[in-house]
Structures are given as C-alpha cells and as structure tokens.
T-cell receptor, first 112, second 117 residues
C-alpha cells in the first residue's frame, strides 16, 4: 500500500479560479512533507517543505498546509494561471530514513 | 551553476544491451539519488548515495548498478537492459539526506527517457 495518497488524481480548472489538492500519508515517524511541481517533460521542482512544527507555508500563489495529527496536507493554488498546468507531487520523509515516499501526483489542467 | 545535469536526454536500447546514464551536480551536495518514473506510478527510488564511496539500494534496485567515486558524479548502469526498464529516469541531489538533519532542498535533473525494445 502506498504510504502517500493524493486526491483528486486529476482536475480541470478555469483560469483565474482557485483549487485545492489533498495529500494523506501514513509515513512514520514523520520528518517533513514537500510539495513539488512537475511540468510535462521536466524534472520536479520544489514548491514548499514543511516540518512537524509548521502548519502553513506559502510560495507565491501556492499555499501548503499540514496537519501532522491527522497526517494530512493540502496545496492551495490561488488565481490559477495557464502555467500552473502540471503534476503536483506530495513527498513525505521519515525521520532517520534517507528514502522519500512519493505520491502519484495530482494532474492539474488550467484552461482559458 | 548548472545544477543537476543528466545525459543523454533520450536513449533507445535493444534487450540485453548495457549502458550508463550520467548524472552530475555542481552544488557540492553529498546526497544523490536515482529515480524512475512510470505512468500512473509515483517516483520510485533505485539507488542513493550519502557521499563519495557510499551507496545504498532503494526500492527497485534490481538490474541497476551505481558507484560514487566523486562528490559530483553519480552514474547509473543498466547491466542487461530489459523492456521492463523502459521509463523516465531522474537524478536528484541535496545537501544531505534525512539522516543528516535538514530538511534539505532536493534538486532534480531534467530526466533521461529510455526505451528498451
């Protein structure tokens, strides 16, 4: 069973609208959670990294939240742009473990 | 500062052939790793290294070898290519892994798209 589950698998949104992506994880003991953006044909690029003590972090129009008690995170995209069309990947790190657990990604398509 | 570079960008191999995927970084990062990405699946760790001379297996290491003779380079060798190894391969680096404290930003290369026929 995958330790990181993301939903929805894909969504289509109108340019200018907001959207929220969800990530649930079972990784333990928790160290940190990352959100990456991956454009088609490119490598993932980091958006945010959050540790146990952080419950929200922003990067421009991207805002990530973390609830370490319920093991849930969300990524909110505000005022979407065509360039936001990409896969958004949730990645969780366990303390003392050099391996990262990757979700399968949320595929977002922004249409004019 | 080129970041993480990978060569080649594309490669087609016949079953049974061997080849090396190159990865280099110029950020003096200790931690480097190789992933494969297949449709409908998350990135899966093949091998990783926490420093020169130290490597360890990831989630899907069979059929792949690595070595880390310098801090900068971390090549991935396919010993005898199989169609199941058709995938997109990403190399990544960071200042350290989870056991080195952190968290540390991880930087990915542009990927190598490999097809095995």
């Amino acid at each position: 069973k995958n330790q990181v589950e993301q939903s929805p698998q894909s969504l289509i949104i109108l340019e200018g609208k907001n959207c929220t992506l969800q990530c649930n994880y079972t990784v333990s003991p928790f160290s940190n959670l990352r959100w990456y953006k991956q454009d088609t044909g490119r490598g993932p690029v980091s958006l945010t990294i959050m540790t146990f003590s952080e419950n929200t972090k922003s990067n421009g129009r991207y805002t990530a939240t973390l609830d370490a008690d319920t093991k849930q995170s969300s990524l909110h995209i505000t005022a979407s742009q065509l360039s936001d069309s990409a896969s958004y990947i949730c990645v969780v790190s366990a303390r003392g473990n050099n391996r990262l657990a990757f979700g399968k990604g949320n595929q977002v398509v922004v249409i004019p | 500062n080129a970041g993480v570079t990978q060569t080649p960008k594309f490669q087609v191999l016949k079953t049974g052939q061997s080849m090396t995927l190159q990865c280099a970084q110029d950020m003096n990062h200790e931690y480097m790793s190789w992933y494969r990405q297949d449709p409908g699946m998350g990135l899966r760790l093949i091998h990783y290294s926490v420093g020169a001379g130290i490597t360890d297996q990831g989630e899907v290491p069979n059929g792949y070898n690595v070595s880390r003779s310098t801090t900068e380079d971390f090549p991935l060798r396919l010993l005898s290519a199989a169609p199941s190894q058709t995938s997109v391969y990403f190399c990544a680096s960071s200042y350290g892994g989870s056991t080195a404290g952190g968290p540390y930003e991880q930087y990915f290369g542009p990927g190598t798209r490999l097809t095995v026929t």
